[in-house]
């Protein structure tokens, strides 16, 4: 499934307020996975693509999250965007906590 509803995110990135503007790429219930496309904002300026896709897989009762980052870099000599993995665990903690509760 493909849709192209849009969204506003702001994130702290390194302690520094960011913005991003995603397009929800795609959906698949049954892989349960969701994939966004960065199309405007502080995460997109130094890179010419940056997606970030995740799914679920479920062994023993444990639900696995696998975090992609797909981009693609302006120039050679910007650094790996590293940093926003530190983002995405925050993001798992915060889910994690959310349905605990």
Same mark, same amino acid.
């Given at each position: 499934m493909c849709i192209q509803d849009s969204? +506003? $995110?702001h994130l702290t990135v390194d302690g520094k307020q960011k913005v991003a503007?995603? /397009?929800v790429e795609a /959906?698949? &219930?049954e892989k349960r996975s969701l994939t966004f496309?960065? %199309?405007e904002g502080d995460? %997109?300026?130094l890179d010419k693509? $940056? &997606?970030i896709s995740f +799914?679920?897989?479920t062994h023993d009762d444990i639900d696995l999250v696998t975090w992609i980052l797909d981009y693609e870099k302006l120039k050679d000599d910007i650094e790996e965007p590293l940093t926003f993995l530190g983002v995405l665990i925050n993001l798992s903690k915060d889910i994690e906590?959310? +349905?605990l509760n």
């Open positions: 969204y +506003h $995110f503007k995603d /397009i /959906i698949d &219930k496309n960065v %199309i995460l %997109i300026e693509v $940056f &997606k +799914h679920v897989e906590s959310y +349905h």
